[in-house]
């Protein structure tokens, strides 16, 4: 199974909205695009890790198949994977209707039906917000935001949010109800190309709420600063 994630991590990343490569087919012209981000680093805890952000997609104008993954090794050891797979629609000009599904190898092995939208919100915010159905019937959020600012050419410093909420305990996660983590994230990248871009980035993530109360009784660490360097990367 690791195999097949490095295959997925080879994908990995949010990325530049370029012109997509195309190609003809039989009823008009079919698009495509991989990007990702491959990155390493160490946490305030000095723990090395080693993550990856990867999505794909094919199709045209009116219907798109996405493929998205994103994982983190931790100190040698896989802390958390998952991979999507999601039919996508437009309903406006600016947003896509994501639906599919889920399936997390660690730290749990456990599927869900995504649902979600993805698109540009207003300030030019690129936004995800996705609600994820398990097989066991818990309920949960997730949403991401991020925001290019150019301060030359070349050079993007990109400010990014994501929150995550959960309707229900789900004790073998170790999450509350409520808003269950926080994370914060300054990256700053030199785009040599713009299919080309290596980065620095300074990460900040907090659990919140309950999730933090059950993190702190079984001894772990409710929040964690890390500090990492990484290439981003589309065709």
């Known amino acids: 199974m690791s195999a097949a994630l490095l295959l997925l991590a080879a994908m990995a990343g949010h990325g530049d909205h370029a012109a997509p490569t195309v190609h003809a087919g039989h009823d008009g012209l079919t698009y495509w695009m991989v990007r990702g981000e491959l990155d390493a680093g160490r ?60 399936y997390d190898f660690e730290p749990d092995g456990r599927a869900y039906l995504a649902i979600g939208l993805e698109g540009l919100a207003p300030y030019f915010f690129e936004t995800e917000a996705t609600a994820f159905l398990s097989e066991d019937g818990d309920l949960s ?31 073998e996660l170790g999450l509350g109800a409520g808003f269950t983590e926080a994370k914060l994230e300054l990256t700053l990248r030199y785009e040599i190309t713009r299919k080309f871009a290596p980065y620095v980035a300074l990460e900040y993530e907090r659990a919140l709420g309950e999730t933090a109360s059950i993190a702190r009784a079984a001894g772990e660490s409710v929040e964690t600063t890390s500090l990492r360097a990484g290439l981003r990367f589309w065709f």
């Open 141 to 171: 959020l997730r949403l991401k935001q991020e925001f290019d600012l150019l301060l030359t050419q070349r050079l993007v410093l990109t400010p990014s949010a994501e929150l995550k909420a959960s309707a229900s305990d789900v004790p």
């Open 43 to 102: 946490t305030g805890n000095e723990e090395d890790f080693f993550s990856w952000d990867a999505e794909a997609w094919i199709g045209g104008d009116s219907s798109k198949l996405w493929l998205k993954s994103e994982g983190e090794s931790v100190a040698g050891d896989l802390h958390n994977a998952e991979v999507q797979a999601l039919y996508s629609v437009p309903v406006s000009d600016f947003w896509d209707l994501q639906a599919g599904m889920r």
